[in-house]
């Protein structure tokens, strides 16, 4: 609003939609779809690729064309949850990805007539098998879960392809040493209903070499670290030579012996008995044992087996079910045929040498296509096959410090598919450029024809050479090369060498994608593919199963060719038109001859085909993560024929801009003109060419798009830029004076928050420490009132118990002086008696002694009292204490001298008497109460009432153990329920405890 901007089509809407701006953009915003880059070259493919790289993002579209970057580690984007964002979605609604792609041929099979196939191509490590399989997932992942059985055992079958055909490389850990191409077949409902598997030129020569760090295909070092040793006769992993040239056995991540384990699953899925696993499994530890023949020369001209040679031609034979004599006559002879009648030659030491890899590969090439064709009878389609989407993982172009027979098949391989690429988008262009009723001139494109010409086009080619010298009987690889240099020297794609010493080795051919050089060591016996006739001969007789099928591929490359000319039978062009192959050639096929005719046969194929390309990209050359070799990938560019779109788009228009975008991204331009822009889209398209004064040549407006060359987009996109600039920069001037403003009026904001939290801290503090010292204060004078408060508590409390005591002792001192004179008055009334009582018995005495002796009554007082001394018991004793109780009644009623009062030793004295004669008094009670006490005069009540303290009832009415010592008790309980009467001879604990002490 500030700057007067409508929302619709505006520089605003230039910034704010990338979708929109990223038309045309420039190669360092890392657009998704290369097409859009204005003056498009390699160099600016090569950093939009590694912009994205760098974002995770690796694939990239160049128009239909899915360029795809390996990325070296996991990436989560090939999940359920993504098979579902690109279903039923068209290229271009959602970012690049192998989904987009294979989503794209499986909706174009439901409205079109046209079959489908996916071209992935890419060198060794560039991700092709794994594109392959996401394909493929993709696809069972879309179609309906009745066919999932179909599905699992098409996915399947890639475990097993990959264990026999794929292998470690320098550049690679997973490399697939052969080509195939996969036709996912579609019934009317279009659910997959099976596939048919076509393999191409598995690489024979790493069976029986590898270079350092490589290793042999995975199914060896599966098996001797998986299987069971004892069935397949296995020895140590590094006793076989055919493992142990590279020193490399294992890969790192990557379990063997599980990956055993699958592939055994695998093949119970695709319908491979127990019988027959064994038998593959057998035939391939055979060809192990066979790369260690080693062989004794004897003459020059034959050999014999030396004694480890007797031991593993005996393991073999037990592998493959044959007589050890049988094995023995194939490594040491061979026959030759001469009008029916067969000749036995011994082999020469090197000639058998040869002979045993030839064996090895022949058992392991046959094994490999009996595997691919159970695959293909187990997930075959049956009638099923007129509508299919095929899948193409083909070998990437070659170019080694060594090249061989290998990299010139790769190599004619990808001329072929690069022809046919460059006619496919050539095509594309075109057809855009008729649908908007553009008009154009003719457009330059690399034509490889020549170079295809002088591979394989009779009479002089280097195929038909390689045969002819392959048939000749003193054929040798010189002869070979001599004869090609002669007959193809003055070609223009022909290099002869730059020297006698490079020409002596080998030839050069001038590929669209640089010149190769090729040596011919080793060419003639790679074409031939030597039959091993001798020992199928004798596998016909073989006690396994499976080694006595294998023979059904004895002579593979005439039913390769056969196979070929049924398919070309049976093919029908996009006319109608039946595709017939009338040549015939009676002679003996070759590797060369018959892979030509894979070729032609699959090109035709992929003719018939609507086809979407996938160019797989390799960073670098150490396979690590987030690394991006600029240079390494700039010459994978060119291999992969991106100079030829390059080229394609550079002499023709190279922008195409739908109208309604180019006018909503330029629409900013009309702020320079005078004139107001139509609200039709095309007319609006003529007035800015107009206003920027652009050539009628370099631009052209189409149905719905514009049509640019560079020459007019780059002076548009300036003044653009321009625009840009100066209405950027005003937009940043108001966003800076609104952002400082903002921020200045949320710095004070927060000043004056920040004040008031400070403010507000500071008088909290005040107030706390304030607070703090009255509770101090306060704290204290409390404490000086309460310690006041306990000393006077304390000095009454003092005074209190002084007070008790000094009642207690005057109580005490009372009673003891009341329990005195009444001790004493008795003592007395008791020695009033006992005076009296004597007296009597004196008396009485006195009356019987008269009475006895007639009447005298005059007797002394000392006669008087003589009973006293008779008929008692210790009367000694007795005599001096009646003389004490005497003496003492003496003192006691002696009359006291009133005259002159008692002394303190007086008193104390008489005090000690009273005080002794009580004590004496008191012990002799006690002594005759006790002797005289009978416990059955008391019953046990009274003696509980009299003797029982009071107790209180508890809760539950029985008796607490508190007694009344403390106090008085209220309710107490009545004496007659404490007590317990029982039988037992002794007490209960519980009545003891009655009697401690604290209870009693």
């Given at each position: 609003k500030a700057l007067g901007v409508e929302r619709g089509g505006t520089v605003l809407d230039a910034i704010l939609r990338p979708a929109m701006a990223a038309e045309g953009s420039r190669a360092s915003d890392g657009v998704p779809d290369m097409t859009q880059i204005s003056d498009i070259n390699v160099d600016l493919i090569n950093e939009n690729l590694q912009v994205r790289y760098r974002r995770d993002e690796i694939y990239t579209y160049s128009g239909t064309i899915l360029v795809a970057v390996n990325p070296y580690k996991f990436l989560p984007i090939y999940e359920a949850e993504n098979v579902g964002l690109y279903r039923d979605k068209k290229m271009g609604e959602m970012p690049p990805h192998i989904f987009a792609s294979a989503e794209a041929a499986?909706?174009?099979?439901?409205?079109?007539?046209?079959?489908?196939?996916?071209?992935?191509?890419?060198?060794?490590?560039?991700?092709?098998?794994?594109?392959?399989?996401?394909?493929?997932?993709?696809?069972?992942?879309?179609?309906?879960?009745?066919?999932?059985?179909?599905?699992?055992?098409?996915?399947?079958?890639?475990?097993?392809?990959?264990?026999?055909?794929?292998?470690r490389t320098v550049r690679n850990d997973n490399s697939s040493r052969f080509g195939k191409f996969i036709q996912v077949c579609f019934d009317d409902n279009f659910e997959i209903k099976g596939a048919i598997i076509q393999e191409y030129l598995l690489e024979q020569a790493r069976i029986a070499f590898q270079a350092l760090e490589e290793r042999n295909y995975h199914v060896f070092y599966q098996l001797v670290k998986g299987g069971e040793k004892a069935k397949f006769l296995l020895d140590p992993i590094e006793s076989y030579n055919y493992l142990n040239q590279s020193g490399c056995y294992s890969l790192a991540d990557v379990d063997d012996v599980r990956m055993f384990e699958e592939l055994n699953k695998a093949m119970t899925v695709l319908s491979i008995d127990d019988d027959f696993k064994d038998g593959i499994f057998a035939v391939v530890s055979a060809v192990l044992q066979i790369g260690n023949l080693v062989f004794a020369d004897v003459d020059g001209e034959s050999i014999t087996l030396t004694e480890s040679d007797k031991r593993v031609t005996q393991i073999i034979a037990n592998l493959l079910g044959l007589p050890p004599a049988n094995i023995q006559a194939v490594v040491t002879t061979r026959q030759i045929v001469v009008r029916g009648t067969a000749t036995t030659i011994p082999l020469k030491i090197s000639d058998a040498r040869e002979n045993r890899h030839a064996m090895a590969k022949a058992l392991y090439s046959r094994t490999f296509t009996w595997l691919v064709d159970k695959i293909n009878a187990t997930t075959n389609p049956g009638s099923t096959t007129s509508r299919f989407i095929g899948v193409l993982d083909i070998f990437?172009?070659?170019?080694?410090?060594?090249?061989?027979?290998?990299?010139?098949?790769?190599?004619?391989?990808?001329?072929?598919?690069?022809?046919?690429?460059?006619?496919?988008?050539?095509?594309?262009?075109q057809a855009e450029y008729e649908r908007e009723g553009i008009k154009w001139g003719h457009i330059k494109f690399t034509d490889n024809t020549l170079c295809l010409e002088l591979i394989e086009k009779p009479p002089n080619c280097v195929i038909r050479l390689l045969d002819e010298e392959?048939?000749?009987?003193k054929g040798t690889d010189l002869t070979y090369l001599q004869k090609q240099h002669d007959a193809l020297s003055s070609h223009s794609h022909y290099v002869k060498g730059d020297d006698r010493t490079k020409r002596d080795k080998g030839f050069g051919v001038r590929h669209f994608a640089g010149d190769v050089f090729y040596q011919v060591q080793g060419f003639l016996d790679k074409n031939k593919d030597v039959q091993q006739d001798q020992l199928f001969e004798f596998m016909h007789s073989s006690k396994k199963a499976f080694v006595k099928d294998l023979t059904r591929f004895q002579d593979m490359l005439n039913q390769e060719r056969k196979m070929i000319m049924g398919q070309k039978a049976r093919t029908l062009d996009r006319r109608g038109s039946t595709v017939d192959d009338t040549r015939t050639n009676k002679a003996k096929p070759t590797v060369g001859d018959t892979f030509r005719r894979q070729l032609a046969s699959l090109v035709e194929v992929l003719d018939s085909t609507t086809p979407w390309y996938v160019r797989c990209i390799k960073p670098n050359a150490t396979k690590s993560a987030a690394k991006f070799d600029a240079a390494m990938v700039g010459t994978q560019l060119m291999y992969s024929g991106m100079l030829d779109i390059v080229r394609i788009r550079k002499e023709g228009f190279p922008i195409h801009v739908p109208a309604q975008k180019f006018v909503e991204k330029y629409h900013s331009v009309g702020a320079f003109m005078k004139e107001?822009?139509?609200?039709?889209?095309?007319?609006?398209?003529?007035?800015?060419?107009?206003?920027?004064?652009?050539?009628?040549?370099?631009?052209?407006?189409?149905?719905?798009?514009?049509?640019?060359?560079?020459?007019?987009?780059?002076p548009l996109e300036r003044l653009l830029r321009d625009l840009l600039r100066t209405r950027a920069v005003l937009i940043q001037r108001i966003w800076r004076g609104y952002r400082q403003r903002k921020a200045y009026k949320a710095t004070l904001l927060a000043v004056v928050r920040l004040q008031a939290v400070v403010r507000c801290a500071a008088m909290r503090f005040k107030y706390l420490r304030t607070r703090r010292a009255i509770i101090t204060i306060q704290s204290h004078t409390r404490g000086m009132f309460a310690r006041e408060f306990v000393r006077e508590l304390r000095r009454k409390k003092k005074e209190e118990e002084e007070r008790r005591k000094r009642e207690e002792a005057e109580r005490r001192r009372r009673e003891e002086?009341?329990?005195?004179?009444?001790?004493?008055?008795?003592?007395?009334?008791?020695?009033?008696?006992?005076?009296?009582?004597?007296?009597?018995?004196?008396?009485?005495?006195?009356?019987?002694?008269?009475?006895?002796?007639?009447?005298?009554?005059?007797?002394?007082?000392?006669?008087?009292?003589?009973?006293?001394?008779?008929?008692?018991?210790?009367?000694?004793?007795?005599?001096?204490?009646?003389?004490?109780?005497?003496k003492e009644l003496d003192d006691m009623f002696a009359e006291p001298d009133s005259s002159k009062a008692p002394g303190n030793r007086t008193l104390r004295r008489k005090k000690r008497v009273e005080?002794?004669?009580?004590?004496?008094?008191?012990?002799?009670?006690?002594?005759?109460?006790?002797?005289?006490?009978?416990?059955?005069?008391?019953t046990m009540l009274q003696f509980a009432d009299k003797y029982f303290n009071d107790h209180p009832k508890n809760s539950s009415g029985t008796l607490s153990m508190r007694g009344s010592k403390k106090g008085t008790v209220d309710d107490p309980m009545p004496k007659s329920e404490m007590v317990v009467y029982t039988k037992q001879t002794s007490l209960a604990t519980s009545l003891i405890h009655m009697h401690n002490p604290e209870n009693v």
């Open positions: 499986y909706r174009n099979i439901h409205t079109t007539d046209m079959n489908q196939s996916c071209v992935i191509s890419g060198e060794s490590g560039a991700g092709k098998t794994e594109t392959t399989k996401y394909i493929l997932q993709y696809l069972c992942a879309v179609t309906s879960s009745a066919t999932k059985w179909v599905e699992q055992q098409i996915m399947e079958a890639n475990v097993i392809l990959e264990a026999f055909g794929n292998a990437g172009f070659e170019n080694f410090a060594v090249n061989s027979f290998e990299q010139l098949c790769i190599n004619f391989t990808n001329e072929k598919l690069h022809k046919f690429f460059n006619h496919y988008v050539f095509a594309l262009e392959c048939r000749f009987p107001r822009l139509s609200p039709d889209a095309k007319e609006a398209v003529r007035q800015i060419m107009r206003f920027i004064k652009a050539p009628e040549t370099e631009w052209q407006i189409g149905k719905t798009k514009v049509f640019l060359r560079s020459t007019v987009f780059e002086k009341e329990r005195g004179e009444r001790l004493m008055e008795e003592s007395f009334q008791k020695a009033q008696k006992e005076l009296f009582a004597m007296a009597r018995m004196a008396e009485m005495r006195v009356q019987d002694l008269s009475a006895a002796k007639g009447g005298d009554q005059s007797k002394t007082l000392d006669e008087m009292f003589v009973f006293l001394a008779e008929d008692r018991h210790d009367g000694a004793h007795n005599a001096q204490y009646l003389a004490k109780i005497n005080k002794k004669m009580l004590f004496e008094m008191q012990h002799e009670e006690a002594v005759k109460a006790e002797e005289a006490f009978n416990p059955s005069d008391f």
